[in-house]
């Protein structure tokens, strides 16, 4: 279901407005599909919960570092999740190929590139 959106074999989308009642339907859909023989997986998306991460960087200490806000980013967004390097397809099916760093310290993702020193995330911001 490429074109829709949905990276799935089968999938159902709801274009209805009302974002509560979508998210309720989507549960109650997802509750009566898990039991139905055959079934591996079902998942309602639940677009209203999710982990938000809100950084405001200090500027000035991450120029004093010579590391500018694009890169604290990247490294941020890497950490996390990785970074989608290329696309393998296979027929119809298409499968990202997602480059991760190994797990890092905190004290670690404000290292400056240029001059090699390490600086805490949580002084660089807040």
Same mark, same amino acid.
């Given at each position: 279901?490429?074109? %829709?959106?949905?990276? %799935? &074999?089968?999938?159902? !989308?709801?274009?209805?407005?009302?974002? %509560?009642?979508?998210?309720?339907?989507? /549960?109650?859909?997802?509750?009566?599909? !898990?039991?139905?023989?055959?079934?591996?997986?079902?998942? /309602?998306?639940?677009? &209203?919960?999710?982990?938000?991460?809100?950084?405001?960087?200090?500027?000035?200490?991450? /120029?004093?570092?010579?590391?500018?806000?694009?890169?604290?980013?990247?490294?941020?967004?890497?950490?996390?999740?990785?970074?989608?390097?290329?696309?393998?397809?296979?027929?119809?099916?298409?499968?990202?190929?997602?480059?991760?760093?190994?797990?890092?310290? &905190?004290?670690?993702?404000?290292?400056?590139? /240029?001059?090699?020193?390490?600086?805490?995330?949580?002084?660089?911001?807040?």
């Amino acid at each position: 279901m490429l074109t %829709t959106g949905i990276r %799935t &074999a089968v999938g159902l !989308k709801d274009r209805r407005r009302g974002f %509560t009642a979508h998210q309720e339907i989507g /549960a109650e859909i997802e509750s009566l599909l !898990k039991p139905v023989n055959g079934t591996r997986t079902v998942l /309602a998306e639940r677009t &209203a919960d999710g982990y938000f991460l809100d950084l405001q960087w200090d500027r000035e200490r991450l /120029a004093r570092y010579g590391v500018s806000v694009e890169d604290a980013q990247g490294v941020i967004e890497n950490a996390i999740g990785g970074e989608n390097v290329s696309t393998v397809v296979l027929g119809q099916e298409r499968y990202r190929v997602n480059v991760a760093t190994r797990a890092i310290s &905190a004290a670690t993702l404000g290292r400056s590139a /240029a001059s090699g020193s390490r600086q805490a995330v949580s002084g660089n911001c807040h």
